[in-house]
């Protein structure tokens, strides 16, 4: 099996990175919307996208929150920071792979309910800078893991509580690793854990804050369960 | 007696009785209409004490599990920590770190199971006069009655560190479904599980990284079922599992690569798996005394 890590073929989620496509991605929103309008009576202005209610609404935001990760890594990968060594490459690829499996699955968990692609905008992060790419992955790590911590406490079904206890754990390793790279002997300090020892559980209201700094897309959230 | 009104009263006080008592909702809603009239209060009974009964017994069997091995690891870190010279300079702040953490979590579950009226597992040979609560040395031999030699060798540490760590990690995702009747407790053990998957993340890259011989180069995740020795195969049987909620995980696609689906072992790496409690038990039964 060959890799193929080319800029060229970014995921179709990766639209961000590219200005022009970005503005005809706004306008077109602009034209939908006003038809919408006419069409809709729904209170939430008709640009947003609906995560669903209950279950649906928490697997979306996961899977929203995997959008941005897929992207982020395919990205750092097309352009990876300075002085990145061989080991950090190919973790990298793994990571990227990793979150790949975990959108993709959550995708098809969904079905029809899945939202639609969403626009990521990651200005926020230089790749080429070491320190800011690490900064961002970690809170985007970290907040996966606190968003399934989180989200099973509002969740009903008890099949989707034990897979993402299986997902939760991987996106744990990553989170060590990745803070990890920044700084040896960091992956769960202080600043994640609590007096117990526990990793953060993150209401679904606060996670979404969180994950909105790195979507273009609007999201109507009023249904997302959250405590 | 009407049986569906008795249900949309606990609803009304417990929104998710029906998840409770099964996924299968509309199902309990018909439920009345097709059970006789005498059996009601026994199918009734049965049903509400598999939702409701069960709390404190099974919770607590399966926080005691997790004490088990946290006892197990905090006393091997501990042991190893202050073993001058084995654990290299530049990781011994993590090891540390680990060791601190894995006794937080003693305190933690020995805190927990005793507010839910259950008795806290103690390692054998813990007594108050020979032991420095929760390090109890007398309780292991981590050695594998002299098949080891994890605290002479660097190298063996650090594998036997990443089999106790993974296999903790798998034994809490087996105990997940028994903690499902106390959702409080639930959230914390995912919590929990999440602290012990950095640990393991953190002594795998240290495998990885450090200049010992770790011939499978492994990552921080569990990729196939892959072990650190060939001995070993027995802590990883299963975790090359690719099938999750009927989603088989090799079929989803991945356009980096020539055929266009996922590669087996990130498919695999993805997912921690669950082992049940007999088969975690008995993977770590060689090193207890």
Not at chain 1, 207 to 219: C, D, H
Request: proline residues 5%; neutral net charge; hydrophobic residues 40%.
């Amino acid at each position: 099996m060959k890799k193929n890590n080319t800029p060229a073929q970014v995921d179709e989620t990766e639209i961000a990175g590219n200005p022009s496509r970005r503005r005809f991605f706004q306008l077109a929103g602009g034209i939908a919307g006003a038809g919408m309008l006419v069409a809709s009576c729904r209170r939430t202005p008709p640009s947003t996208t609906y995560v669903g209610a209950g279950d649906i609404g928490l697997l979306n935001y996961l899977y929203i929150l995997k959008q941005v990760t897929v992207a982020m890594y395919t990205q750092a990968i097309a352009t990876p920071y300075y002085s990145i060594t061989l080991s950090e490459t190919e973790l990298q690829i793994d990571l990227r792979d990793q979150e790949l499996v975990h959108r993709e699955f959550l995708k098809k968990l969904l079905g029809r309910d899945a939202v639609k692609e969403i626009t990521t905008n990651l200005s926020l992060i230089t790749f080429a800078d070491k320190k800011s790419f690490l900064t961002h992955a970690s809170i985007l790590e970290d907040l996966s893991v606190g968003a399934m911590n989180g989200a099973i406490q509002v969740m009903s079904s008890t099949d989707y509580m034990l897979t993402l206890s299986k997902i939760c754990s991987v996106d744990a390793r990553h989170a060590g690793y990745i803070r990890e790279v920044w700084k040896h002997n960091t992956f769960a300090d202080g600043t994640i854990l609590d007096a117990n020892g526990l990793d953060k559980a993150i209401a679904p209201s606060l996670g979404f804050a969180t994950l909105e700094n790195y979507i273009e897309t609007k999201f109507d959230i009023s249904k997302l369960p959250t405590f | 007696m009407n049986f569906k009104h008795i249900l949309s009263e606990i609803e009304k006080s417990d929104p998710e009785v029906y998840e409770k008592l099964s996924d299968r909702r509309q199902a309990l809603k018909g439920f009345g209409a097709k059970v006789a009239m005498v059996a009601l209060p026994f199918a009734i009974g049965s049903m509400f004490k598999k939702a409701y009964g069960q709390t404190s017994k099974t919770v607590v069997d399966a926080l005691n599990l997790a004490l088990e091995f946290e006892y197990l690891e905090y006393t091997y870190y501990r042991q190893g920590n202050n073993t001058g010279g084995l654990i290299s300079a530049s990781d011994l702040p993590g090891f540390k770190a680990i060791e601190a953490q894995e006794k937080a979590h003693i305190d933690f579950l020995n805190k927990t199971i005793t507010e839910l009226g259950g008795i806290p597992f103690k390692p054998k040979n813990f007594t108050a006069a020979t032991t420095v609560a929760p390090y109890v040395p007398a309780a292991y031999d981590f050695t594998k009655g002299g098949t080891y030699t994890p605290f002479s060798d660097y190298t063996t540490f650090l594998i036997l560190a990443q089999i106790f760590e993974d296999t903790g990690l798998h034994a809490l995702q087996g105990q997940m479904p028994e903690l499902l009747s106390n959702n409080g407790v639930l959230q914390q053990a995912f919590r929990l599980q999440a602290t012990e998957a950095r640990h393991a993340a953190f002594v795998r890259l240290v495998r990885r990284l450090a200049p010992i011989n770790a011939p499978e180069t492994p990552a921080p995740w569990i990729t196939n079922n892959i072990p650190p020795t060939i001995p070993l195969q027995p802590y990883y049987l299963g975790e090359d599992n690719v099938e999750h909620n009927r989603i088989i995980t090799t079929t989803l696609p991945n356009i980096y690569y020539a055929d266009g689906v996922m590669p087996k072992i990130s498919a695999t790496a993805a997912f921690d798996e669950p082992f049940d409690k007999t088969k975690v038990l008995s993977l770590i039964a060689g090193f207890k005394l």
